[in-house]
Each structure stands twice: as structure tokens, then as C-alpha cells.
């Protein structure tokens, strides 16, 4: 299957400060990209889907200025999270999904960035 | 809005087939069930997936009901290493809460 690397895995950051998540595609071209944030013992929560080339389409209740996230080529999309507190803590998780085929709805998923706001 | 419905647990012995079901009773008929697990602290795999036929790779089998409203993901021989959250989804991106597979000695 396809391969989706995150950078970094883990980071331990200051309240207030910013904090850039890397999602790639390495073997594919990935036109549409998922931003998932999961606290403990709980499911996957969407937080934004995000197209190449245009503004990311964010679901009910995150905050699009807090949650930046940029999709400017096929193969990367950034997630910042801008003046994070204590409560931004948690594991985020990207997918991505190629352009079309059989298996157009096949998510390849990255294995995550462990968010600590101190 | 997932749009499935999984137990919330179930328990599995080792070398025994684990029958995971979902409920999936609002499904359009252009919408694949697919299935994915997740280990702890790791980002989900994937395991399967299918529309209307059943369908079995090197990982498992799906078993979808002719009306489609629902599926059975089956792990022929469960392993301790199976144990995980299982998903199926059928709105794309959109995780339910999952069932959590535990493999017993």
C-alpha cells in the first residue's frame, strides 16, 4: 500500500507557542488529505479535509484559525497549531487519499504526531 | 455522522476466528464498507474493504449481506497481535467509535 510519513512524531512544547505537524505522501499523489485529532480511549475526531490547491474545508467546531493547515502540493499538507494551550494536547493523525480509481476512498494513514502543551 | 454501528468490545482466544460486525443500515448504494484497525498509539492500517461481494485478502475476510445493511469483518485465526480497535466505515473519513478486539492467551 501507499506510505504516508508525519513529522515530527512527537513534540513537547511551551503554552503559547506554535507548533508545525508535516504530513507526506511518498509514493503517491494525494489530492485530498485528512486532519484527525484523537484524545485517549476515544475514536478518530475529523478535524479538516484539505484539497490541493485550495483553502481547507474545516468541520463544525474547530476553529480554522487556530487549526492552520496547508495543502500547496500533491505530496505535503501542514497542520499548525497556532498558540497552543494545555488542551490542544493530543495525537493527530493525517491521511491521504489519490485522485480516483477503484480505490478512490482509500485513506493511507500516517502514524501520528504526540502533541504535549506544557 | 458515522452512519455505523459496532459493539463496543469483544473478546477473542487465540487461534479462534474473531467475527467483528457492523451495522451499516443507511448505506447508499455507491458507498464501500471499509475496515481498518488501529494499535495503540499508532496511526490506523488498513484491512479490507468491499461494496456488495465478499471479499477476503491475506488479512481477513468481509462478509457483506446481500442487502448491504450490514457486514462481518472475520480474522480467520486471531492472533495477541490482532488485538486493536477495529473501524468500519462507510462515509469516507468518517471514524465511528469502533469495536475493541482482545485476543486472549
Known amino acids: 500500500g501507499a506510505v504516508v510519513s508525519q513529522h515530527p512524531s512527537r513534540v513537547i512544547c511551551k503554552s503559547g507557542t506554535s507548533v508545525k505537524i508535516e504530513c507526506r505522501s511518498l509514493d503517491f499523489q494525494a489530492t485530498t488529505m485528512f486532519w484527525y485529532r484523537q484524545f485517549p480511549k476515544q475514536s478518530l475526531m475529523l478535524m479538516a479535509t484539505s484539497n490541493e490547491g485550495s483553502k481547507a474545508t474545516y468541520e463544525q467546531g474547530v476553529e480554522k484559525d487556530k487549526f492552520l493547515i496547508n495543502h500547496a502540493s500533491l505530496t505535503l499538507s501542514t497542520l499548525t497549531v497556532t498558540s497552543a494551550h494545555p488542551e490542544d494536547s493530543s495525537f493527530y493523525i493525517c491521511?491521504?487519499?489519490?485522485?480516483?480509481?477503484?480505490?478512490?476512498?482509500?485513506?493511507?494513514f500516517g502514524p501520528g504526531t504526540r502533541l504535549t502543551v506544557l | 455522522d458515522a452512519k455505523t454501528t459496532q459493539p463496543p468490545s469483544m473478546d477473542c482466544a487465540e487461534g479462534r476466528a474473531a467475527n467483528l460486525p457492523c451495522n451499516h443500515s443507511?448505506?447508499?448504494?455507491?458507498?464501500?464498507v471499509y475496515w481498518y484497525r488501529q494499535i495503540h498509539s499508532q496511526g490506523p492500517q488498513y484491512i479490507i474493504h468491499g461494496l456488495k461481494n465478499n471479499e477476503t485478502n491475506e488479512m481477513a475476510s468481509l462478509i457483506i449481506t446481500e442487502d448491504r445493511k450490514s457486514s462481518t469483518l472475520i480474522l480467520p485465526h486471531a492472533t495477541l497481535r490482532d488485538t486493536a480497535v477495529y473501524y468500519c466505515?462507510?462515509?469516507?473519513?468518517?471514524f465511528g467509535p469502533g469495536t475493541r478486539l482482545s485476543v486472549l492467551p
Open positions: 443507511t448505506i447508499s448504494g455507491n458507498e464501500y
Open positions: 466505515i462507510v462515509r469516507v473519513a468518517r
Open positions: 491521511s491521504a487519499r489519490g485522485a480516483s480509481g477503484r480505490n478512490y476512498n482509500e485513506q493511507f
